[in-house]
């Protein structure tokens, strides 16, 4: 059984970071941020509002997009780093908030290619008959964990959530490809020091801010330099199929000068890759699925299109994968 995409959905809070308030806290010009991020604004969850709040309205939104019930869910996956609490799962918060009867639940962590892994894991669920359809949502509120004065982690990461219903397609549509991968030797690169089994919080993790994200730039930039293009050049050949036959490139949404790199190396115009990161931020796990819901409303993704969707991040881990947009069964 071939599975693919039914139904989009999102959720981005009011807040916002703007690069102006940036700017009168660090006395870096406004277009200079802009420069260095392709940024303008982060969005930043109100301080009631939690992950699993932020995914509920986004699922909410794709499954009357697909026109999917509570009762045809099978399994509930939520991608996401910052849950809202250790234990249970945030997905099964997500089931209880949308009325989802005895769905399997849980919560995927791959950082910002979750959202690829989620795919995945969804579409193989549905494609061997062990669900109908599958609710996939990424969700975050990074800003949580951002330490307040850090300059490199405010410019890049924001709040929000998206969400896809995953079910069977036409045969020829849905996923055809997928690849994923990782470098644990660079672990360390993207890290939350605190609050886990080897470093539990405590006085001196809270005075040393090891709750926040601690972030290599460097590192972490030249890795997604190399891995966006590299690929998704890989699973467009696992598919048998060249750059010229992919109709639109959905990369992660972590920085602008990342996403022109990867143009140059598929040698291809730059209006040929969504950016959707100007106005929200680098939502991690969210990022993926934010983009193509959004450009599915600008109309730019057509039934039969073909889409690569490339995430990278912390781990250091990456995964795409290439779909045929439409034909629901």
Known sequence: ??????????????????????????????????????????????????????????????????????????????????????????????????????????????????????????????????????????????????????????????????????????????LLASEVGSNGEDYDALIVEAGGSRLPFSRQTLEGKQEFVRMDGGRIFMFAMRTLGDSALRVIRKAGLGVEDVDLFIPHQANRRIIAAAARRLELPLDRFVIAMEDCGNTSAAALPVALHQSVVQGRIKTGDRLVMTGFGAGVSWGSILLRWGSAT
């Open 1 to 174: 059984m071939q599975a693919g995409i039914l139904g989009t959905g999102i959720h981005l809070p009011e807040g916002a970071l703007t690069n102006e308030e940036l700017a009168e806290r660090f006395g870096l010009p406004p277009d200079e941020l802009f420069a260095l991020s392709g940024i303008r604004r982060r969005r930043v969850a109100a301080p009631e509002q939690a992950c699993s709040d932020l995914a509920i309205a986004a699922a909410r939104q794709a499954m009357e997009n697909a026109g999917a019930a509570p009762e045809e869910i099978g399994m509930v996956i939520v991608a996401t780093n910052t849950g809202d609490h250790p234990t249970p799962s945030t997905a099964v918060l997500v089931q209880k908030g949308l009325g989802i009867p005895t769905a399997g639940c849980f919560d995927l962590k791959a950082n910002c290619a979750g959202f690829v892994y989620g795919l995945m894991v969804g579409c193989s669920l549905v494609s061997t008959g062990l669900a109908s359809k599958v609710l996939l949502v990424g969700s975050e509120v990074l800003s949580r964990f951002i330490n307040p004065t850090d300059l490199d982690s405010l410019l890049l990461f924001g709040d929000g959530a998206g969400a896809v219903v995953l079910g069977p397609v036409a045969e020829g549509y849905g």
